[in-house]
């Protein structure tokens, strides 16, 4: 059935129609584009209409990814109006927590992962014809990661498959590329000029940064100025849930009274649907908002009556640490793109105004574009979609490719989680994983809670960990008091709309749960795993810290005293200042950090929960070691051998061996060796021995694949090819003295490359006077022999090495001090012999000078010895 636009206000013309028949003509003829549109050209709501009735999508449905749950729901609403229908016929949503579809939805307009799923559960999309990327700019992991999975469904499977890419401010060359060097087309937008006011004095970055300020009186100080020098409503971009409130908070104390007709009204993700339906829904009563939002009402958004737009310029993102593992929070200022988009909002119905709370001259300094979240996040449950998929990373299409060290982060962590195996093959219990649908930790968390049977208790505490707090920060970082909280028993002030968006989430889980057992009953699949929910997990909050160092396995820290823990990562971990003494977290063996901020040498604890130490062996002890380890104490020139249980970082229990392995005993020589200043210098180098390895160095020069490196570095790190063989009953590093260096790097050669050496690097060479002079070979790049020049007599050229190699030659005097260095012997003689000879004629009269060196007699002492 073909659907008409039903005649309303939304169905009049805008400028992106204006593309649509050569939008469908590139679809139809290459099966891809990518589109530039400015906002309010139209491109959320009047594309997927305008190609719903294309003959190539015979049928099938649009799938339309918008990354942002509001905006998702709002486009939907608004072509769902446009047709005349309610949003789950023609057209539907899914998004977190909420699905409005129906077997008559041809236009899905999805968000996160949903897209990642549909793709995961059927890799060639048959009911679906063309896959619609909107706002990409805003470089989403999850768009990334879809993006990558559809190109792949589109070459392996799925010919017919159209995507198209769409953005108002994106660079669109690259993404053109690749999508197979597709067209871009272009459209203006449909906005009132805004007028754009840099704030003078320090920026709200400035201030947010300045220990001891606050950027909260100069936005109220914005605000009151908006309200009496403009008309309109405001949108104030803030950089989360605090600086909302605390504005909110300066707003109602400053001063300065607001007027009776002005609301202030929040908007951020944390709100309930409905919630975040009625801040963005004109009043129409005379009443003037000011609303406080996060980036959610950056794009895609247009709020009624909005005409004044007050930017602080900041941002909040997650920023992840391949270096420690971790993610944190970060406020960072925006790029010049988000800016614009911010701006924007302004005129989208009227002319509006923008300040931004810093000068010009910071905006000309500001990056272009938002950093990609493929740069900057945890790929833990990337790398679990790519194992899941099937693929290779490194083959795959990428506008972003996943930085290696980030991607390699992410896997160990799902090694540890069981998610993956030694061979990086996802396991059954990673594709298990897969079917929850939270962050790999968390599932991993909520899968193992049946074998505790804990199953609610872990869908609560997964629900709890992926909200925002609850509590204030006056709570203190004990995960039990959110629990508490979340359960109704805190004596602290509860965020309501979190606690009712955590229930709705753990209910998710627990359907999720249930779908999973019964797929593991069809299967007829059994736990391995016996470990049960023991009494004293039944009779305190024990279980909250088991079932959280399941999902944070690298998190489990053990007290080192004064507020501080050992983490199983190997990095350490501090309790913040008020937390030492007697405080339980202080006074515990083992905690759980949930969350932490990675400064310093160690980490602030900023979520924590108690860990019991029978807990911790029983749920980990499959990792846990148990083996002889055995160190090297270089104060005391001694071996210390030790039984060591660890878990990472963490020693559970140490007891001395008094018997360890020789090979066990070598291995500690040579990591003190490695790590030691002295290096190699513990080693005995004779002439011989210097002079050797200074031969091998010239023979890798020329022949890098078949000699060995002889600089410090590669010595020290091949010990298995030249040392370990010799060690004996070697037990202090001072003993290697003993060993022979010569016999050690000639062990590292075959005879061939022995015979080899000999006709290229000789250790001597015999000159015209019959004496066999030493050659240095201490610069490979020159080896060079110091003679006597009278011993060279009657030498017509230089000496090759191996008949290629030029010998520098040091030319002495009869006193053998050096008189000229040369690697043209034929020239000297020419040109320079007369002038030396001369000199030194005068100083040594007796010695022998003649005036044709090239046929005189070499010698190596006064005169030539006379025939006969």
């Given at each position: 059935m073909k659907h008409e636009l039903h005649p309303s206000p939304v169905a009049s013309a805008l400028p992106v129609d204006e593309l649509i028949p050569a939008l469908k003509q590139h679809l139809q003829e290459t099966g891809a584009a990518v589109l530039i549109a400015e906002p309010g050209a139209g491109k959320t709501t009047r594309i997927p209409l305008a190609l719903l009735e294309e003959a190539w999508l015979a049928g099938r449905r649009i799938v339309m990814l918008e990354p942002r749950r509001l905006a998702a729901i709002s486009a939907a609403r608004y072509m769902a109006a446009t047709l005349g229908e309610k949003v789950g016929q023609t057209v539907g949503y899914r998004v977190a927590l909420d699905t409005r579809v129906s077997a008559a939805t041809r236009i899905e307009v999805v968000t996160e992962g949903v897209l990642t799923r549909m793709l995961q559960h059927d890799p060639s999309l048959e009911q679906v014809g063309l896959v619609l990327f909107d706002e990409f700019h805003e470089r989403n992991l999850n768009a990334d990661l879809g993006l990558a999975f559809t190109l792949e469904s589109r070459s392996l499977l799925r010919e017919d498959l159209r995507v198209l890419v769409m953005s108002a401010t994106m660079e669109p060359q690259p993404v053109a590329q690749l999508l197979g060097d597709v067209p871009v087309l272009r459209s203006g937008g449909r906005?009132?000029?805004?007028?754009?006011y840099y704030e003078a004095g320090e920026s709200a970055y400035t201030l947010y940064r300045k220990p001891g300020a606050r950027m909260e009186p100069k936005i109220v100080h914005v605000i009151h100025r908006a309200l009496q020098e403009q008309e309109g409503e405001l949108l104030v971009f803030l950089p989360g849930m605090r600086e909302i409130r605390s504005v909110q908070n300066e707003l109602l104390r400053s001063g300065q009274q607001l007027p009776a007709e002005v609301e202030v009204v929040i908007l951020h993700g944390g709100l309930k649907a409905e919630q975040q339906d009625e801040a963005v829904r004109p009043r129409g009563d005379g009443t003037r908002r000011i609303i406080l939002s996060t980036s959610l009402a950056e794009s895609s958004v247009t709020i009624q009556g909005v005409s004044i737009v007050i930017d602080s310029g900041l941002m909040r993102t997650r920023v992840f640490s391949p270096t420690t593992g971790m993610e944190r929070m970060e406020t960072r200022q925006i790029s010049v793109d988000a800016a614009d988009q911010r701006r924007g909002r302004a005129g989208r119905q009227q002319p509006g105004v923008c300040y931004r709370l810093w000068s010009a001259e910071e905006h000309r300094i500001l990056p272009a574009e938002?950093?990609?979240?493929?740069?900057?996040?945890?790929?833990?449950?990337?790398?679990?979609?790519?194992?899941?998929?099937?693929?290779?990373?490194?083959?795959?299409?990428?506008?972003?490719?996943?930085?290696?060290?980030?991607?390699?982060?992410?896997?160990?962590?799902?090694?540890?989680?069981?998610?993956?195996?030694?061979?990086?093959?996802?396991?059954?219990?990673?594709?298990?994983?897969?079917?929850?649908?939270?962050?790999?930790?968390?599932?991993?968390?909520?899968?193992?809670?049946?074998?505790?049977?804990?199953?609610?208790?872990?869908?609560?505490?997964?629900?709890?960990?992926?909200?925002?707090?609850?509590?204030?920060?006056?709570?203190?970082?004990?995960?039990?008091?959110?629990?508490?909280?979340?359960?109704?028993?805190s004596k602290h002030r509860v965020e309501t709309n979190a606690v009712e968006r955590i229930k709705e989430w753990s209910q998710r889980f627990a359907r999720q749960w249930r779908e999973l057992e019964r797929m593991e009953e069809a299967t007829d699949k059994q736990s391995s795993i016996s470990v049960k929910k023991s009494a004293s997990l039944s009779a305190s909050d024990g279980w909250i810290g088991a079932l959280l160092s399941l999902a944070y396995p690298d998190r489990i820290g053990q007290n080192r005293g004064d507020g501080r823990f050992l983490l199983r990562m190997g990095r350490g971990a501090l309790l913040p200042n008020g937390y030492g003494g007697i405080h339980l977290l202080a006074g515990t063996p083992y905690i759980v950090a949930a969350e932490l901020e990675d400064v310093g040498t160690d980490s602030r604890i900023l979520l924590a929960a108690t860990l019991e130490e029978d807990m911790l062996k029983q749920l980990h002890a499959n990792h846990i070691s148990d083996r002889t380890e055995v160190t090297y104490d270089g104060d005391k020139e001694a071996i210390r051998a030790q039984r060591v249980q660890r878990l990472g970082a963490i020693v559970l229990r140490a007891v001395n061996d008094t018997a360890p392995s020789a090979e066990a005993i070598r291995s500690a020589l040579i990591v003190a060796l490695q790590g030691h200043t002295r290096g190699l210098d513990w080693f005995n180098w004779t002439k011989p021995a210097t002079q050797l390895r200074e031969r091998m160095g010239l023979m890798h020069r020329l022949q890098p694949e078949h000699y060995p490196a002889m600089n410090d570095a590669a010595l020290l790190s091949h010990t298995e090819n030249w040392l370990l063989p010799y060690m004996g009953d070697i037990r202090r590093l001072s003993d290697l003295r003993r060993l022979s260096m010569t016999e050690l790097l000639l062990g590292m050669l075959d005879w061939q490359q022995r015979q080899e050496m000999e006709q290229i690097a000789p250790t001597h060479i015999t000159v015209p006077s019959g004496s066999r002079i030493p050659i240095d070979y201490s610069n490979p790049a020159q080896p060079f022999i110091a003679v006597r020049l009278q011993e060279m007599f009657g030498c017509t050229s230089t000496p090759l090495l191996g008949g290629r190699i030029p010998l520098t030659i040091q030319l002495l005097s009869p006193a053998s001090r050096p008189v000229q260095v040369t690697r043209d012997l034929a020239s000297f003689w020419a040109n320079t012999y007369f002038e030396v000879k001369k000199d030194l004629k005068g100083r040594y009269p007796k010695h022998y000078w003649p005036d044709d060196p090239l046929q005189a007699q070499a010698t190596n002492r006064v005169k030539p010895r006379q025939n006969g």
């Open positions: 906005s009132y000029p805004v007028e754009t938002r950093r990609p979240e493929m740069l900057q996040s945890d790929l833990s449950p990337l790398a679990l979609e790519v194992a899941a998929w099937g693929s290779d990373v490194a083959e795959m299409a990428w506008l972003t490719p996943p930085p290696e060290a980030a991607y390699r982060e992410g896997q160990l962590l799902l090694q540890q989680l069981d998610a993956i195996d030694e061979q990086l093959r996802i396991t059954t219990h990673g594709r298990n994983m897969t079917v929850i649908g939270a962050h790999p930790r968390l599932a991993h968390m909520m899968i193992k809670a049946g074998e505790l049977e804990l199953i609610q208790e872990a869908c609560d505490l997964a629900a709890l960990l992926q909200e925002r707090d609850i509590l204030p920060p006056a709570a203190g970082i004990e995960l039990a008091e959110r629990v508490r909280a979340l359960y109704g028993r």
